[in-house]
């Protein structure tokens, strides 16, 4: 079985600075992580994914995450925060025992300060 | 290129009342297909999803059924609504192989009054 746990359940910036939300798994097998980014009354659309190749994943918008097996954790980092950053973003993850059967986080929501 | 189409987009209806949501998926054949529902200030919670036309799993007994009377269309349903029905509904579609990576609608906010 998996699970996913975002840290944090908002999170503050100011427009310019840097934006780190965290991400801690559990997973009996190998995972895939995603992190999915929902704006107000949106579907959610995927940011990036890691599937067992380079452990550092470039997505869309700036954004990029880490995959850090010893430290369980897929860490969702941006330098430098837009305005239009401002949504609620989702870890998930899936195991080879749950095809099709992704496992959500319960989200962060980010507000961007001017 | 493949797009993803669910209505309507708002509905309020009384305790009682059926519930029909539609979804169409356009520019890919044999999608898996999913309902999610996400509750006010809570992840997402998947209800069912479907890997052919007619095969329905469901995740979480309740009040909801769904059909998949054609390839790339789910119906989400009930014969009466309850109060707890009122969420989020999100339909959403992957590719027919185990990557994970889903492709979401807009959504259906649906409050039950």
């Known amino acids: 079985a998996q699970s996913v746990t975002q840290l944090d359940s908002h999170v503050s910036v100011s427009e310019g600075t840097p934006v780190l939300l965290r991400c801690n798994y559990s997973s009996s097998y190998s995972p895939s992580l995603f992190w999915y980014v929902q704006h107000p009354n949106k579907g959610l659309q995927l940011l990036l994914k890691?599937?067992?190749?380079?452990?550092l994943v470039k997505g869309i918008n700036g954004f990029e995450a880490e995959f850090k097996k010893s430290e369980t954790s897929f860490h969702l980092t941006k330098p430098s925060a837009h305005m239009s950053d401002a949504a609620e973003y989702f870890c998930v993850v899936s195991g080879s025992d749950s095809w099709g059967k992704l496992q959500f986080g319960a989200g962060t929501q980010v507000v961007v300060t001017p | 290129s493949q797009t993803i189409h669910q209505w309507p987009a708002t509905l309020v209806q009384p305790v009682g009342s059926p519930l029909s949501l539609e979804c169409t998926v356009e520019g890919t054949s044999n999608p898996n297909l999913y309902w999610y529902r996400q509750a006010a200030g809570r992840g997402l919670q998947l209800l069912f999803y479907?890997?052919?036309?007619?095969?329905i799993s469901s995740e979480v007994p309740q009040n909801l059924s769904a059909s998949r009377p054609q390839d790339r269309q789910f119906i989400l349903s009930s014969k009466k609504l309850l109060l707890s029905d009122s969420g989020f509904y999100l339909c959403?579609?992957?590719?027919?192989?185990?990557?994970?990576?889903?492709?979401f609608g807009e959504g259906s906010r649906l409050t039950v009054l």
């Open positions: 479907s890997v052919g036309i007619g095969q």
């Open positions: 959403a579609w992957s590719y027919g192989q185990p990557t994970g990576e889903l492709f």
């Open positions: 890691y599937t067992s190749a380079a452990t």
